[in-house]
């Protein structure tokens, strides 16, 4: 993957977006990187974001656009359950459909894996980014390190039912 280099403008026309799964520890420098500007400068986020003992048991997703680092999620497998979280887009890059090529490749690395369910703890501001996936909130709103959170999740099976029955409409 590339150095994590700082970045201004947006994604001119004709880039190319890309994501790929990046094992542990190689992923880490982009990982950190991301993390610290969008969830520590960015968001002011109140805990740390480089010491999760999760990260190395996780699959990570590193999205680049010509090269360069765009964005990150990464998925943690507990039983028949894929959690996803971390997810994040450096702030010049968003709303150019990065957010939602890490997710369709998480979840298709959630697929793969043969998970049941899909959960994730999402920031509110972000709801209707999930939703859009397929995720559906459960659950009161929470704070998490001083940011109000959903509970969402979604049920694979449902899922690529609806995917199959939308192929045959
Ligand atoms: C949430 C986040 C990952 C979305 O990434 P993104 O690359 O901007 O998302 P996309 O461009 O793929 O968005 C696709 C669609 O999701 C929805 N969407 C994206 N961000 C949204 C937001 N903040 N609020 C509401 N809807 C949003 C929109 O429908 C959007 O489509 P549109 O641009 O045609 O309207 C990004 O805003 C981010 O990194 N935010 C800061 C960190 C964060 O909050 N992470 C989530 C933790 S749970």
Redesign the pocket.
Known sequence: MTLFKPISTSPAPGQRLRTVVVPWPEAKPDVYGVRQE??VE??RLAHSVVDDPDDQLSVHVIASIDGEVA?IGRVTFIADDGQIAW???RRP?????????IMRQLIGVCIDEGCRIIS????T?????YE?LGFRPLGRRFRMSGIEHQHMMMDVDDREMRRRESRYR
């Not at 994730?120 to 920031?123: E, G, I, K």
């Not at 501001?125 to 980014?129: D, G, I, R």
Request: no cysteine; hydrophobic share 50%; glycine share 12%.
């Open positions: 969008v969830f960015e968001q964005g997810v994040a887009v890059l968003r709303r150019h459909g990065v957010g939602l090529a994730l703890n999402a920031q501001h972000a709801l209707s980014f859009r």
